[in-house]
T-cell receptor
Framework: DSGVTQTPKHLITATGQRVTLRCSPRSGDLSVYWYQQSLDQGLQFLIQYYNGEERAKGNILERFSAQQFPDLHSELNLSSLELGDSALYFC????????????FGNGTRLTVT | DQQVKQNSPSLSVQEGRISILNCDYTNSMFDYFLWYKKYPAEGPTFLISISSIKDKNEDGRFTVFLNKSAKHLSLHIVPSQPGDSAVYFCAASPNNNAGNMLTFGGGTRLMVKP
């Protein structure tokens, strides 16, 4: 158990809809990261937050947004969903600072129909 | 532009033998490298890491080697066990103040046969 909790585990929704994925980091971790893994693809970095502030941005679509709350949990909002958004979405957390490994949750599997 | 590449999508090894997984990178700014193992329906699990100031790091059955001039790293598992069967991802992080944003390779599926 990595200590990173993601909810829900599975989500099925229709095109055009909006969903929110939730992540609770490991106790003491200030950084939260979101990654997307599409079918047969590697993990693609979406966005990182550190102690409530956006720290780095990857190839995140404008239809997607995220935030980190004062209690350090994070939410990833996906709107105007398309079939191609179907993927596994992973959250990870790490200690602050440099050269700390990321610890991943078990992901949310999103299916857009 | 794939900055981290794992050219072998799969590898099959006999139990007790050595497993060698390879990874190449192109970005010279990468200076922290990690290996993750992933089982189906689970998130990636951190295995071992290495900083660019080292060329080898060992943890039990797992050893990571880094060749900076060749921009190549490898993971050795000795001896391999059936429970090691999983997808292995290498990842790299640059030396900057943006935190530990990792770029992942596409993964190598390791199958250890009993």
């Amino acid at each position: 158990d990595s200590g990173v909790t993601q909810t829900p585990k599975h989500l099925i929704t229709a095109t055009g809809q909006r969903v929110t994925l939730r992540c609770s980091p490991r106790s003491g971790d200030l950084s939260v990261y979101w990654y997307q893994q599409s079918l047969d693809q590697g993990l693609q970095f979406l966005i990182q937050y550190y102690n409530g502030e956006e720290r780095a941005k990857g190839n995140i679509l404008e239809r997607f947004s995220a935030q980190q709350f004062p209690d350090l949990h994070s939410e990833l909002n996906l709107s105007s969903l398309e079939l191609g958004d179907s993927a596994l979405y992973f959250c990870a957390s790490s200690r602050s600072g440099y050269n700390s490994p990321l610890h991943f949750g078990n992901g949310t599997r999103l299916t857009v129909t | 532009d794939q900055q981290v590449k794992q050219n072998s999508p799969s590898l099959s090894v006999q139990e007790g033998r050595i497993s060698i997984l390879n990874c190449d990178y192109t970005n010279s700014m990468f200076d922290y490298f990690l290996w993750y193992k992933k089982y189906p329906a689970e998130g990636p699990t951190f295995l071992i890491s290495i900083s660019s100031i080292k060329d080898k790091n060992e943890d039990g059955r797992f050893t990571v080697f880094l060749n900076k001039s060749a921009k190549h790293l490898s993971l050795h598992i000795v001896p391999s066990q059936p429970g090691d069967s999983a997808v292995y991802f290498c990842a790299a992080s640059p030396n900057n103040n943006a935190g530990n944003m990792l770029t992942f390779g596409g993964g190598t599926r390791l199958m250890v046969k009993p």
